[in-house]
Structure formats: C-alpha cells, structure tokens
C-alpha cells in the first residue's frame, strides 16, 4: 500500500481519524469534516508559568552568534483582546491582485432591543425526540393556553425559546398534554432573559465575548421551520427523510445542508453549506445484519443458523447503543441496544406476572399470534436493571442515527463522489435551499424573533497572493523557477531535487501476488532506481538482498513479521537503509508493518501497491522517488531565499506544528496520540523532526508539549549550533470553544520548554489552524473552476476582531475547494497582515510530497502525519489499527494516564519517517 494511500496530495485525512464522526462536507472531493461548535466563552491568560534552574546542557558544536535578550513577553496589552487574543494589526492585506468572490454566508439583521425569554421543558415521561416536537407543537399550539401560539423554537432536548416572556402564573407552571392516547405532563420553567444588545456590543468590539447562550438560542430558531416540516439534526446539519443512496454495510448516504451562526465584521452571518453524512439504513434488523455481514448474507435462507462465539461478539459490536422500534405493537418508543444475551431466543425464558415461567417463543405465541422464525439467534437485551429481551425479527432500525463506527474504503468512495459537487452545482444548490420554503428566512420563526436574513450571498474581495520562488536541483548545481501554472504545479522534467539522498542498502518485501505479478518486481526495482538518479537521488541499481516475497497473512502475525524483517536485515548485512514492502492489497496489517519497523527494527519503510509495481507509470516512480528522498534525509524544494521570509532579520526561526488524534467515536478506552514536530533547518526550514505521545482518552490539549517542544528545541540546536530566536507555532485541530484552554495550556508549556535553556527567551507566534469549517468561496456567478491558488480573504466574513483569514493555498481540482481558516492567538513577532498571509502562503510549496501546494501549511500538515503514525504503534496487540485488546492505562496522581507508545529507534527517529 502507498504511504499515500489515506492521503490525498492536497490534505490526507486518514478516514478513521479525520472523517471524524462521519459529518461530510467535501474539499476536492475527499476532505471530510464536522464543524465546530461556535466560540464559547474565554477565561483571561494566565500568568506565565514560574522560572525553574535550567539543567545544565551540552555546549554545542558550533558557536552561536551573540544575540539581543529581547524583552519578555513581547507581546503587549494593547495589541491583545479583551479576551486575551491577539488583535488584527491592521485593516487587512494589501499585497496581491485583486478578486471579486461570494462566501456562502448570509447576513442576518437583529433588532438589539430584541429580548429572548429560555424556558426549560421537562416532559414526563420521556418521549424520544420525534414525540417530543409533537408535543412541543402541541402545547404551543393549544388554545388558550400559555403560550398563545408564540413563535417558541425548540431544539428537540429540554431549551424553548420565545420573543416575548409567558403569562405563566409564576416561573414555573405544569401543563397536561394528551397526544396518541397518552398524557404527558410538562414542567415548563424560565431559565433566562436574553438580550441582544450584548451580541450588538460584541460586533460593534464594545464586548470582550461573543454571547454564546443568544447566539445559540438564534440557531435554534434558524432551524425551526426545518424541523416543523420534518427534518432531523445530525450535529449541525439538516437532514429530511427522503431519498437515500444505499453505500453498502447497511449504511445509506443523505444529503442535507449545515447551518450555523457565525460573528463577523460585516455583523451577525449564517453560514450554510452542502453537507453528506452516512446512517444506519432503516430496515429490519434480520435484514440489517445480513447487509452488514458477509457472514449473514444466507440468514434469511437459513433461519435455524446460530451464531458462533466470534460472530457473536461482531454482531454484538456493531449493534450496541443502536436504537430500535418494535414492528409487534403499534408503539412510538425507541429502545437503545445494551447487547445480546448469552443464550438464543428458543432458551430465553421469564417468570410473568402470576410468577409462571414461560419461554419467550411461546410469550409472542400466546400474546401476539407471532412465530419467531430465528430461534437460534440471540435476542436484544434492553435494560441493565431487569431483564428485558427483543427478538431481534420484531425490531427495526430507527431513521436518522449517524454511523459512527469506521467506514469502509468503499463507503468512503461512495461517500466523496455523492459530495463531490463543482463550484457552480454547490452555489447553484445553497442559493436554492436559501430561496425555497425550507430557508431559515422564510417562515414565521425569523419574523417572529425580528431576524432578517438575506438570500444572497455575501460579497467579499479576495486578493490573489503571488507564488513564491523556489529552489531545484539541476545536475549539481540549483537553479531557480517561479510556478506559473494555473494549477501552481511545477515539473520535475530535467530537474533534479535540491539535495538528493544516497541509498547504499536497500531491500524489496513483497506480501502476497500472483507469480505473474511477482515476476515484474525485478523490472520494477530497476526502473525506480532509473527514475530516482533521474532526480539526482542516488538509490543502488540492485537491492542489498535477494526481493523476499511472503504470504499476505504474515501482516496478521506480528511476531512472525518481526522476525521476517529481522532476517532480511540480517540477510542485508545489518545495515539496511530502506525497505520497500510490495503489497497485494491494502490491509489492516500495515500499522502493524510500520510499527516493526520504526521501533523494533529500526529501517525506513516505504509501501506500494502491487498493482501499481506491475506497470509503473512515470508520475508514481516520481512520487515514490520523492518520498523515499525525504526519508532518507533528501530534501525535494526549497524556498529562494528562506530568510527574506521575516523582513531583513538574520534571527534564525523554526516552524513547528501539532496535533492530537483520537480513537474512533465508538472507542471509550484507547488513548489519544500526540504529536509535535519542528523544522530543523534554517533558512530553508523544509527537514523536520517529530515527538510522539500517547495521552489521556479523546483528551485534546496536549498533555507533554513541554517535553514534546523541547525535544524539537534540543535536535534544532543540535543541528545548527545555536536555538531559533523565533518560534512560528502552527496548532491543528482545535475549535473556537477552546482557544483560551490552548493558550493556558500550551502556550504556557512551550515558554516552560524554553526557559529549560540558559538565557532563552524567543518570540512566539501562536496560530490555530482549521480545516473542518464550512465556509466556502466562490468566483463570479456560473463559474466552473476554484477560486485560483493563493486566494486570502481577510475581510467582510473574518472574526470582528482578532486576527483570522482564509486561505486557498492549493488547487481543488475536483469538487470545491475548502480554504483553510488560520487564527493567530498570540503574536509576540508583531507580523502585519500581509507578512503572516505571505509567510503561510510560501511554506505551503515547501511540503516535500508532491509539486504543488497544498492546502495546509506543512507543519501542521506534518504533525498531522506524526500523530497518525503514532497511533499505528497502539497495533502492538493493543487495540489501534490491529490489535483487539485496550493499550494499558493507569492512575498516576489521580488522573488517568495513558501507556508510554513504543520508543522510535535512533536509525529512524533522526530522519522524516513520517512523512
């Protein structure tokens, strides 16, 4: 399997790891992502961490040059928020051609005189969501009752809201409602009286925090009319019950639209945006399973079929926590699968009212003229406290539940291609939704709370940033080219990388393969070693060792792959450089093929499919060529003049760049994985070296980034004699709501890491990184393509007033592009608009992968690369990728810690073996 596998070349999301709870929304037709919730509020900075006495550190081998202790912090009060993040510097940018584009963001007026009155609702019993907006709609609805026919928002849980305040006899008031012969009683009780005015303040930067409980309250009622007309919501996005695409593994794909409030310098915005998700298929549970199941498929030809203990445990697996309707009795309640029980339904029996036993068979025999035909299989258990059993024939799957176990590779395809609009159909699509009946403009609800939303887009003008100039080899000297491309790619065509590795020892594993197929790997061999001096990457002509072709099963069996590898190092003269592992088909075992060899061998890896071996074509030996370059220690590209990247200043700077992934939502033990890595070299900053972590579960603020940074810090001045007096921070994957926990946290840990140094104290730049945003821009009305690389918006949709943009580094060749939203949170380098767009805008034609820009800067893309190979190392029989047990936790000062990941060996660590 190639290295590139789960990654596309413009931004790799591994699909258990970035398509993270299955909430799609496409980017070039593959970039998958739930949004974040809106900001929440911020607690103020705290103070810097106290000094500690500095260990005392090797003196390096090259001396460093004298340098200005520069005052700490540097960054002041009045260049910081009232909430503690950093400010715009400035209007905006000002450097690049100019653009006229629209953002799917629609402008919403509010009255700032306008009062929301939030009740709390409490309905007894308990009705599953569905009921619980008929009863809603019931008891607004009523005549003469207590709301009057108000136009009341519900979210579906517990929060109502209404414009103006109720004639309740007092703060709380009971009322009865009877609906399908029942009687529910609802406890209705003010919780709060929201004002606009603040959210009015806060646009207008008269208010350090957005109001978050008004903010939310608008979105509830936004949705309203949706959900009256019978749509659900799936996190943010709006789903109705019609037409579904089957995807395959009983799991349908919907399309829907997402929705949210956003504050913005042109005020109060609605962003909307397409958005594909993938359900449970609504079906019986006996034909649920046999479209789950290869093993199930004959079910229904096979009725007295039992289930083994291991099918069992699958079965039981995937059906836990899903909810079900009983098709025996004409009910609205959902039950929620706790498991199934350990003896089938032909041995399952209960003592009834009258303390009889009776088999459960004979129960819906007797009571309801059933005859359960699958008596082997086990039924449904319903309740911890009592038994309570379901034959699983009488059960259906209930409408709406998002899929959050891990998709299939074809679940995925199926999943990009239904998302996977042009520009023009996407724009055509949102401008469609905005003027139908469905809109959150029409209806009674936005004139009820005074809301004016518009149905145009919202008009912005970008600026078109210009390439940079980059480096290449040619014959052994470097020359110069600026990427003219409309694509911004550049050619490799009678070029050379800027500095080539030397690969000696190498050797060739293929795993599995016809003998037909086996039998090109030789020619294979030769012409990667062809291509690879073609590009000034030195790679020996014939491996060190025979090609070992083994069995696809051996990566199901750690130990026996441990040592295999063992003994073609050894075969290899113990100093093998690169392993080149062939493989028939992608398969589960590769973590465990990358967990070996980085940190029990030792040896750089690189993966390929067999299919692509057979026939190569030029481009995948070019891509394969790059990769194995970097590894070795090569370098690809490289800025022309790297230092002009901070204006005339010779301080030497090191990018940095994190990330933390965490298991998939149906994991509630594994832990969560961290990474940081740094650029080693300076100016060219295109090497970079990486720490790993394992840390507490679905826990996002990285726990050791002071270990983790001042590793990074030790290898850079290792490397050039002298620490970086800037330090560009790169933060991915966090949302708005915990902006102010990264700066206490990790901000505070990286400053700890520094002072760990005699006399050390450089200037930081702290910026978050975002990609799972729905924002998206378009070029003028029926445009086909992307808006063109290098695209920055800086203006009109951006936060009010800290200092956030958009930027368009790369070229979507399919589907629509998705910008990337940076937010600087902390700047003590006091860069202006134009240089941080410029600086972000240039490191993304330094990603050592392809040749063209991507769409994250590399840092962050990098760590996002570290983390999810760090994660392949919990394969160590240990859950993750190939194991079926739980990695060890333990308490450690009361808090819950998570086992160490396996250390990298030395002869790998030191190199980009993420990548």
Same mark, same amino acid.
């Given at each position: 399997?190639?290295?590139?596998?789960?990654?596309?070349?413009?931004?790799?999301?591994?699909?258990?790891?970035?398509?993270?709870?299955?909430?799609?929304?496409?980017?070039?037709?593959?970039?998958?992502?739930?949004?974040?919730?809106?900001?929440?509020?911020?607690?103020?900075?705290?103070?810097?961490?106290?000094?500690?006495?500095?260990?005392?550190?090797?003196?390096?081998?090259?001396?460093? /040059?004298?340098?200005?202790?520069?005052?700490?912090?540097?960054?002041?009060?009045?260049?910081?928020?009232?909430? #503690?993040?950093?400010?715009?510097?400035?209007?905006?940018?000002?450097?690049?051609?100019?653009?006229?584009?629209?953002?799917?963001?629609?402008?919403?007026?509010?009255?700032?005189?306008?009062?929301?009155?939030?009740?709390?609702?409490?309905?007894?019993?308990?009705?599953?969501? @569905?009921?619980?907006?008929?009863?809603?709609?019931?008891?607004? &609805?009523?005549?003469?009752?207590?709301?009057?026919?108000?136009?009341?928002?519900?979210?579906?849980?517990?929060?109502?809201?209404?414009?103006?305040?109720?004639?309740?006899?007092?703060?709380?008031?009971?009322?009865?409602?009877?609906?399908?012969?029942?009687?529910?009683?609802?406890?209705?009780?003010?919780?709060?009286?929201?004002?606009?005015?603040?959210?009015?303040?806060?646009?207008?930067?008269?208010?350090?925090?957005?109001?978050?409980?008004?903010?939310?309250?608008?979105?509830?009622?936004?949705?309203?009319?949706? =959900?009256?007309?019978?749509? $659900?919501?799936?996190?943010?996005?709006?789903?109705?019950?019609?037409?579904?695409?089957?995807?395959?593994?009983?799991?349908?794909?919907?399309?829907?639209?997402?929705?949210? !409030?956003?504050?913005?310098?042109? *005020?109060?915005?609605?962003?909307?945006?397409?958005?594909?998700?993938?359900?449970?298929?609504?079906?019986?549970?006996?034909?649920?399973?046999?479209?789950?199941?290869?093993?199930?498929?004959?079910?229904?030809?096979?009725?007295?079929?039992?289930?083994?203990?291991?099918?069992?445990?699958?079965?039981?697996?995937?059906?836990?926590?899903?909810?079900?309707?009983?098709?025996?009795?004409?009910?609205?309640?959902?039950?929620?699968?706790?498991?199934?029980?350990?003896?089938?339904? /032909?041995? !399952?029996?209960?003592?009834?009212?009258? #303390?009889?036993?009776?088999?459960?068979?004979?129960?819906?025999?007797?009571?309801?003229?059933?005859?359960?035909?699958?008596?082997?299989?086990?039924?449904?258990?319903?309740?911890?406290?009592?038994?309570?059993?379901?034959?699983?024939?009488?059960?259906?799957?209930?409408?709406?539940?998002?899929?959050?176990?891990?998709?299939?590779?074809?679940?995925?395809?199926?999943?990009?291609?239904? #998302?996977?609009?042009?520009?023009?159909?996407?724009?055509?699509?949102?401008?469609?939704?905005?003027?139908?009946?469905?809109?959150?403009?029409?209806?009674?609800?936005?004139?009820?709370?005074?809301?004016?939303?518009?149905?145009?887009?919202?008009?912005?003008?970008?600026?078109?940033?210009?390439?940079?100039?980059?480096?290449?080899?040619?014959?052994?000297?470097?020359?110069?080219?600026?990427?003219?491309?409309?694509?911004? +790619?550049?050619?490799?065509?009678?070029?050379?990388?800027?500095?080539?590795?030397?690969?000696?020892?190498?050797?060739?594993?293929?795993?599995?393969?016809?003998?037909?197929?086996?039998?090109?790997?030789?020619?294979?061999?030769?012409?990667?070693?062809?291509?690879?001096?073609?590009?000034?990457?030195?790679?020996?002509?014939?491996?060190?060792?025979?090609?070992?072709?083994?069995?696809?099963?051996?990566?199901?069996?750690?130990?026996?792959?441990?040592?295999?590898?063992?003994?073609?190092?050894?075969?290899?003269?113990?100093?093998?450089?690169?392993?080149?592992?062939?493989?028939?088909?992608?398969?589960?075992?590769?973590?465990?093929?990358?967990?070996?060899?980085?940190?029990?061998?030792?040896?750089?890896?690189?993966?390929?499919?067999?299919?692509?071996?057979?026939?190569?074509?030029?481009?995948?030996?070019?891509?394969?060529?790059?990769?194995?370059?970097?590894?070795?220690?090569?370098?690809?590209?490289? !800025?022309?003049?790297?230092?002009?990247? $901070?204006?005339? @200043?010779?301080?030497?700077?090191?990018?940095?760049?994190?990330?933390?992934?965490?298991?998939?939502?149906?994991?509630?033990?594994?832990?969560?994985?961290?990474?940081?890595?740094?650029?080693?070299?300076?100016?060219?900053?295109?090497?970079?070296?990486?720490? =790993?972590?394992?840390?507490?579960?679905?826990?996002?603020?990285?726990?050791?980034?002071?270990? =983790?940074?001042? &590793?990074?810090?030790?290898?850079?001045?290792?490397?050039? *004699?002298?620490?970086? +007096?800037?330090?560009?921070?790169?933060? @991915?994957?966090?949302? &708005?709501?915990?902006? +102010?926990?990264?700066?206490?946290?990790?901000?505070?840990?990286?400053?700890?890491?520094?002072?760990?140094?005699?006399?050390?104290?450089?200037?930081?730049?702290?910026?978050?990184?975002?990609?799972?945003?729905?924002?998206?821009?378009?070029?003028?009305?029926?445009?086909?393509?992307?808006?063109?690389?290098?695209?920055?918006?800086?203006?009109?949709?951006?936060?009010?007033?800290?200092?956030?943009?958009?930027?368009?580094?790369?070229?979507?060749?399919?589907?629509?592009?998705?910008?990337?939203?940076?937010?600087?949170?902390?700047?003590?380098?006091?860069?202006?608009?134009?240089?941080?767009?410029?600086?972000?805008?240039?490191?993304?034609?330094?990603? %050592?992968?392809?040749? =063209?820009?991507?769409?994250?800067?590399?840092?962050?893309?990098?760590?996002?690369? %570290?983390?999810?190979?760090?994660?392949?190392?919990?394969?160590?029989?240990?859950?993750?990728?190939?194991?079926?047990?739980?990695?060890?936790?333990?308490?450690?000062?009361?808090?819950?810690?998570? /086992?160490?990941?396996?250390?990298?060996?030395?002869?790998?660590?030191?190199?980009?073996?993420?990548?």
């Amino acid at each position: 399997m190639d290295d590139n596998a789960k990654f596309s070349h413009r931004l790799p999301h591994p699909h258990h790891l970035l398509l993270r709870h299955h909430g799609f929304s496409f980017n070039d037709g593959a970039t998958c992502y739930q949004a974040h919730p809106p900001l929440l509020p911020l607690l103020p900075l705290p103070p810097l961490l106290p000094s500690r006495s500095p260990p005392v550190l090797p003196t390096p081998t090259v001396m460093e /040059a004298p340098r200005k202790k520069p005052s700490y912090p540097v960054a002041k009060k009045e260049i910081l928020t009232k909430a #503690g993040i950093a400010k715009r510097p400035d209007s905006g940018g000002k450097e690049g051609r100019q653009i006229l584009l629209v953002a799917n963001h629609f402008k919403v007026e509010f009255d700032p005189s306008q009062r929301i009155f939030h009740y709390d609702i409490d309905i007894s019993p308990r009705p599953c969501k @569905d009921l619980a907006r008929q009863v809603k709609k019931k008891l607004v &609805e009523a005549k003469g009752g207590a709301f009057g026919g108000a136009a009341a928002a519900f979210d579906g849980r517990r929060n109502l809201y209404t414009p103006t305040e109720l004639p309740l006899p007092s703060d709380r008031a009971e009322i009865i409602i009877s609906l399908q012969d029942k009687r529910f009683r609802v406890s209705v009780k003010l919780v709060a009286k929201l004002s606009a005015g603040g959210l009015a303040k806060f646009l207008q930067n008269e208010a350090p925090l957005p109001p978050q409980d008004l903010i939310h309250a608008l979105d509830v009622v936004l949705r309203e009319g949706a =959900m009256d007309r019978g749509s $659900f919501l799936s996190g943010r996005s709006l789903f109705s019950g019609g037409a579904a695409e089957e995807i395959g593994g009983a799991a349908v794909a919907r399309r829907g639209f997402f929705q949210s !409030l956003r504050p913005t310098r042109q *005020g109060l915005a609605l962003n909307v945006d397409l958005s594909v998700m993938a359900f449970h298929e609504p079906v019986n549970l006996i034909f649920y399973l046999q479209k789950r199941f290869e093993f199930l498929r004959d079910l229904p030809q096979r009725k007295s079929r039992a289930l083994t203990l291991e099918e069992r445990r699958a079965v039981e697996k995937a059906l836990k926590s899903l909810r079900v309707t009983v098709r025996h009795r004409r009910s609205d309640q959902r039950f929620k699968i706790l498991g199934l029980t350990e003896e089938a339904t /032909a041995a !399952l029996a209960f003592k009834d009212r009258d #303390g009889r036993e009776m088999k459960i068979v004979e129960y819906y025999r007797e009571q309801y003229e059933i005859e359960i035909q699958f008596k082997s299989l086990p039924c449904l258990q319903m309740s911890r406290s009592k038994p309570c059993f379901l034959p699983m024939e009488l059960c259906d799957v209930c409408e709406g539940q998002k899929v959050l176990g891990r998709l299939t590779e074809e679940q995925i395809a199926k999943l990009r291609r239904l #998302g996977c609009q042009s520009p023009r159909k996407r724009r055509q699509s949102i401008d469609s939704l905005m003027a139908g009946p469905a809109s959150p403009a029409s209806g009674r609800y936005a004139a009820g709370f005074n809301l004016r939303v518009a149905t145009e887009m919202t008009r912005v003008t970008g600026r078109v940033l210009p390439p940079p100039k980059l480096k290449l080899g040619d014959g052994g000297h470097v020359r110069e080219l600026t990427p003219s491309r409309h694509d911004r +790619q550049w050619s490799l065509v009678n070029s050379h990388v800027v500095e080539g590795s030397w690969v000696r020892r190498w050797a060739l594993l293929s795993f599995g393969g016809s003998p037909d197929q086996l039998s090109t790997l030789s020619s294979f061999a030769l012409q990667l070693s062809n291509r690879c001096h073609q590009l000034g990457i030195s790679l020996a002509h014939t491996p060190a060792a025979p090609p070992q072709f083994e069995p696809i099963h051996i990566l199901s069996h750690p130990p026996s792959l441990e040592a295999k590898l063992r003994r073609l190092l050894a075969a290899s003269g113990g100093e093998l450089q690169l392993l080149i592992c062939v493989m028939e088909k992608r398969h589960r075992g590769y973590a465990e093929l990358k967990r070996i060899a980085d940190t029990a061998v030792g040896v750089i890896s690189q993966c390929c499919l067999l299919s692509n071996c057979a026939k190569p074509t030029s481009q995948f030996l070019s891509n394969l060529a790059l990769k194995i370059n970097v590894k070795l220690g090569g370098c690809n590209v490289a !800025l022309s003049g790297g230092a002009a990247l $901070f204006s005339g @200043d010779d301080d030497a700077a090191i990018f940095m760049g994190a990330d933390v992934t965490h298991p998939h939502p149906l994991d509630d033990a594994s832990p969560s994985v961290a990474a940081v890595v740094g650029s080693l070299e300076w100016p060219a900053a295109n090497r970079y070296a990486a720490a =790993m972590r394992s840390q507490a579960h679905r826990e996002e603020i990285i726990q050791d980034m002071e270990g =983790m940074a001042g &590793e990074i810090l030790r290898e850079f001045r290792a490397r050039q *004699g002298r620490l970086p +007096q800037k330090i560009v921070f790169f933060r @991915d994957g966090v949302s &708005e709501s915990m902006f +102010q926990r990264v700066l206490k946290g990790e901000l505070a840990a990286i400053r700890a890491a520094c002072e760990k140094f005699p006399d050390y104290h450089p200037r930081i730049t702290f910026a978050v990184v975002q990609k799972r945003h729905h924002t998206r821009l378009f070029g003028g009305a029926g445009e086909e393509e992307n808006v063109p690389p290098g695209t920055v918006v800086d203006t009109v949709i951006t936060h009010p007033g800290e200092f956030n943009f958009y930027l368009c580094s790369h070229w979507g060749a399919k589907g629509t592009a998705r910008p990337t939203r940076y937010h600087v949170l902390w700047d003590e380098n006091s860069f202006s608009s134009d240089e941080f767009q410029g600086l972000v805008h240039s490191l993304c034609y330094t990603f %050592a992968r392809c040749t =063209m820009p991507v769409s994250l800067v590399p840092p962050a893309y990098y760590a996002h690369l %570290a983390a999810y190979r760090g994660r392949m190392y919990l394969a160590d029989g240990s859950g993750g990728s190939g194991g079926g047990g739980t990695l060890a936790v333990y308490r450690a000062a009361g808090v819950r810690c998570a /086992a160490p990941l396996p250390k990298v060996r030395d002869s790998v660590n030191k190199l980009m073996f993420f990548c």
